[in-house]
């Protein structure tokens, strides 16, 4: 298995402009999480899918934000406009039966920054 | 909602020395989780340890879930073991999905 894969794995842009991150998760997991890390916050949440299906967005900072996951194998996070402050890592995980599962799988980031 | 709490936050360790991190958690959980997440930001799965002790090579970890802690043993340390080692566990919403809730870490530092 080829693991959690996001893209692009860094992204330096203007601020202003829309990002747009990429993850494909393991196959035949049912869960996918979007997480944010920065020096000051930690690793925070961002939004989570079950089966496809948003649960929990209360982690995504602002409107700015948004994320979809069109079908099982695909979930993109959007950032629109990006401002200097968004500049973080951004991971994927997902895992597999949820609450009783083998726990999460994390891709390898993607270190987004923002000028 | 639960909280995770780990210490020490730093570590600095002479390569070959032992080390126990800790991760307390203020309510009942069914799973726990370790990560390790290397100088190069990646985020590695160590253990995946709902309770008792698990090994592997030079880390084990123990999860005592009665009393709301796992600890997490690394024997003689080596460079490579330098990162952030994070536990996780997980918190359940009304309709039984789950999002695992982060501890803010131990920065752990071995020095050849």
């Known amino acids: 298995d080829a693991g959690v894969i996001q893209s692009p794995r860094h992204e330096v842009t203007e601020m202003g402009q829309e990002v747009t991150l990429r993850c494909k998760p393991i196959s035949g997991h049912d869960y996918l999480f979007w997480y944010r890390q920065t020096m000051m916050r930690g690793l925070e949440l961002l939004i989570y899918f079950n089966n496809n299906v948003p649960i929990d967005d209360s982690g995504m900072p602002e409107d700015r934000f948004s994320a979809k996951m069109p079908n099982a194998s695909f979930s993109t996070l959007k950032i629109q406009p990006s401002e200097p402050r968004d500049s973080a890592v951004y991971f994927c995980?997902?895992?597999?039966?949820?609450?009783?599962?083998?726990?999460?799988?994390f891709g390898s980031g993607t270190r987004l920054t923002v000028v | 909602g639960i909280q995770v709490e780990q210490s020490p936050p730093d570590l600095i360790l002479q390569e070959g020395a032992n080390s126990t991190l800790r991760c307390n958690f203020s309510?009942?959980?069914?799973?726990l989780q370790w990560f390790h997440q290397n100088p190069w930001g990646q985020l590695i799965n160590l253990f995946y340890?709902?309770?008792g002790t698990k090994q592997n090579g030079r880390l084990s970890a123990t999860t005592v879930a009665t009393e709301r802690y796992s600890l997490l043993y690394i024997s003689s340390s080596q460079t490579t073991d330098s990162g952030v080692y994070f536990c996780?566990?997980?918190?359940?919403?009304?309709?039984?999905?789950?999002?695992?809730?982060f501890g803010t870490g131990t920065r752990l530092k071995v020095l050849a």
């Open positions: 995980a997902s895992s597999l039966q949820g609450g009783t599962g083998h726990g999460y799988t």
């Open positions: 309510d009942s959980v069914n799973n």
């Open positions: 996780a566990v997980p918190t359940y919403s009304w309709s039984g999905t789950y999002k695992y809730i």
């Open positions: 340890i709902p309770s």
